[in-house]
C-alpha cells in the first residue's frame, strides 16, 4: 500500500536516557541472540506517545514544523520503569508505571498531531499502555514461552524525568531521531 518511494513512516516518542537505553538494548540482544528477534533493535529505547505513521515525502517539511510548534503548559514527567510483562505472546516490554501525568502528554500530543495530520494520523482506539519494547511481532509463539521464563525472573527498576518528545524517522533498517523539542 505504501511506497518507500513516494512515503515515509514516523513515530512520536519519550525516549528513554542513554544509560537506560544501553540496558534496554542488552535485553533486545539477548532476545536475538537466543530467539532471532531484530525489529525492536531499530529503535532506541522509548515509551510511543504516537505510534507508527506514513505520510508522503513532500510532507515531512510541514511535519516537523507542526512538531516544533507543539507546546504543552505540563511539568516534566517523572518516568518509573518496573520490571516485564507481555501483550499476549507477541510483545515483551519493560513495564511503565502507571502516570496520569504521561497520559496527559500522550493525549495532548495526539491532539495536537491529529488536528494537523488527521489523513495520515488516527486517535488511539485502544487505552494509552506506556511500555518500552524489548520484543514484538517477530516472536515466534513457540520461543515466547521460553523467553517469557527469563523475562518474568528479571529485576528492572529505574526512573527518570522527561520534558522532551522526540520524532523518529525510519531509514532503511533503523529509526532515527530527525527532531527533539522540549514541552
Not at 513512516?9 to 532476545?31: D, G, T
Request: glycine residues 2%.
Amino acid at each position: 500500500m505504501n511506497n518507500f518511494d513516494t512515503h515515509s513512516m514516523f513515530y512520536v516518542a519519550v525516549l528513554c536516557p542513554e544509560e537506560i537505553n544501553r540496558k534496554v538494548h542488552q535485553y533486545k540482544l539477548w532476545m536475538r541472540d537466543h530467539f532471532g528477534c531484530k525489529v525492536a533493535l531499530k529503535s532506541p529505547a522509548h515509551i510511543t506517545m504516537i505510534a507508527p505513521f506514513w505520510l508522503p515525502n513532500e510532507e515531512e517539511d510541514s511535519l516537523i514544523k507542526t512538531f516544533n510548534s507543539f507546546q504543552a503548559a505540563l511539568s516534566p514527567v517523572e518516568i518509573g520503569l518496573n520490571n516485564f510483562a507481555h501483550f499476549s505472546n507477541r510483545v515483551i516490554f519493560v513495564s511503565v508505571t502507571e502516570n496520569q501525568q504521561l497520559t496527559l502528554l500522550q493525549k495532548t500530543v495526539e491532539e495536537h498531531f491529529i488536528f494537523q495530520f488527521s489523513r495520515n494520523i488516527k486517535a488511539e482506539q485502544r487505552p494509552f499502555h506506556p511500555h518500552v519494547t524489548i520484543a514484538n511481532r517477530d516472536i515466534k509463539p513457540g520461543d515466547f514461552i521460553k523467553a517469557w521464563q527469563y523475562f518474568s525472573k528479571q529485576q528492572l527498576e529505574e526512573s527518570f524525568i522527561s520534558n522532551t518528545i522526540s520524532l523518529l524517522k525510519l531509514s532503511p533498517g533503523k529509526w532515527n531521531v530527525i527532531a527533539e523539542k522540549q514541552y
